[in-house]
Nanobody, 116 residues
Framework: QVQLVESGGGLVQPGGSLSLSCVASGFTFSNYVMNWYRQAPGKERELVAT????????TYASSVKGRFTISRDNVKNTVYLQMNSLKPEDTAVYYC?????????WGQGTQVTVSS
């Protein structure tokens, strides 16, 4: 049974930091590109960050570049998203995604709220 379980969301003040984790099971994690998406209320889901299967290559949305860092541990089957200098506009549900040749797996999401 495929599972992606996110954790680490919560309420943080502007300028603060949060670290999200996503633990994968039920598939060969190291064969999949991993992504973090987010969806704010009333908006479409957007791609935030991507990491290659080996972890050697990463890409970011322009809105988070320089503030967010994606990483992965292929031994622990876990992908991370370190979020620094958070802004109110980063408020959203954050989803972990695994992708490979058209196959997509999704986590249930974790809420991140940036507010004073």
């Amino acid at each position: 049974q495929v599972q992606l379980v996110e954790s680490g969301g919560g309420l943080v003040q502007p300028g603060g930091s949060l670290s999200l984790s996503c633990v994968a099971s039920g598939f060969t994690f190291s064969n999949y590109v991993m992504n973090w998406y987010r969806q704010a209320p009333g908006k479409e889901r957007e791609l935030v960050a991507t990491i290659s299967r080996s972890g050697g290559s990463t890409t970011y949305a322009s809105s988070v570049k320089g503030r967010f860092t994606i990483s992965r541990d292929n031994v622990k089957n876990t992908v991370y998203l370190q979020m620094n200098s958070l802004k109110p506009e980063d408020t959203a549900v954050y989803y972990c995604n695994a992708g490979r040749f058209g196959t997509q797996y999704w986590g249930q999401g974790t809420q991140v709220t940036v507010s004073s």
